[in-house]
């Protein structure tokens, strides 16, 4: 449901975020969330020639609108914020992908990434970090042309791939605590800052020890060392008939943990 704005200026939010958001409805300061403007209710309810101001800063207002008589605007639904981030966020993508394509083509006239870096206000390096991607992306070769029917099943290398990845992921959260992995990654506060790292995980990587006091790695090397798990066949006897036992050999403490961390013994032998 979409709530009505009453004569205070109270904030709507619309579930239908494809509607065009109603700028006219919009108060002139709602794009000033700073310490001006702190207390705008953003839906406009009287306007002064072009501008529209809600009743809070219409209250406010010392110079705007002198000598002009404002103009009661039509009740209404109250100004739709969410719909407001929703158009945003897609002008602005919209902005960084015409950005994109004018590098690109500045690239592709000449232009050096210095020039273009002082049109942007960044460093060389600064611009080229941001648009080499797109810049990668222009001179892909175009796709080939493909069926309209795909396959019902993946092939067999496809298969392979996405179950090896499945693997891998599942073997890296269950031997995290061996490993350089965070455990308790905090949860960011702004969805777009750096990720952080908890202390317990800083600890881990300074020390490259675990919590248990068993050797802190990476996962690759926590692979490598359980290559290193042999099983050796002991033949008794001084000929090809005796008999064979096969032995494995003594797993160290991180071996021998993480077959415990699966929930599975040492296999003596492959099936």
């Known amino acids: ?40 209710t953003l839906t406009a309810t009287v306007r002064y020639g072009a501008v529209a101001l809600c009743p809070s800063c219409n209250a406010a207002r010392s110079t705007l609108g002198k000598g002009q008589t404002p103009v ?16 945003a966020h897609q002008q602005a993508g919209a902005a960084e992908a015409t950005l994109a394509a004018a590098v690109t083509r500045a690239r592709q006239g ?21 648009f080499t991607s797109s810049l990668a992306a222009s001179k892909r070769p175009p796709p080939t042309t493909r069926p309209l029917l795909q396959p019902a099943h993946p092939t067999g290398s496809a298969l392979t791939s996405k179950t090896m990845g499945c693997l891998t992921w599942h073997l890296r959260q269950a031997w995290a605590p061996l490993t350089f992995t965070d455990e308790n990654r905090p ?3 702004d969805p777009v800052a750096p990720a952080q790292r908890s202390h317990a995980a800083d600890h881990k990587a300074a020390t490259k020890t675990t919590t248990e006091h068993l050797p802190a790695t990476s996962f690759t090397a926590l692979l490598d060392h359980l290559g290193c798990l042999a099983r050796v066949d002991l033949r008794y006897g001084d000929h090809d008939t005796g008999p064979t036992v096969p032995t494995l050999a003594e797993p160290t403490p991180t ?15 492959l099936k």
């Open 187 to 189: 949860d960011p506060l």
């Open 110 to 130: 000449g232009a050096t990434w210095s020039v273009i870096g002082a049109q942007l206000g960044v460093s060389r390096q600064g611009a080229q970090q941001r």
């Open 255 to 269: 071996q021998r943990r993480a077959f415990e961390l699966l929930g599975a013994p040492i296999p003596l032998t």
């Open 1 to 40: 449901m979409t709530s009505q704005n009453d004569p205070a200026g109270h904030i709507a939010a619309s579930p239908r975020r494809q509607q065009p958001v109603d700028s006219l409805r919009r108060c002139y300061y709602a794009t000033d969330p700073t310490a001006r403007r702190p207390w705008c």
């Open 72 to 87: 009661p605007l039509p009740a209404g639904p109250g100004f739709d914020v969410l719909g407001w981030v929703a158009s």
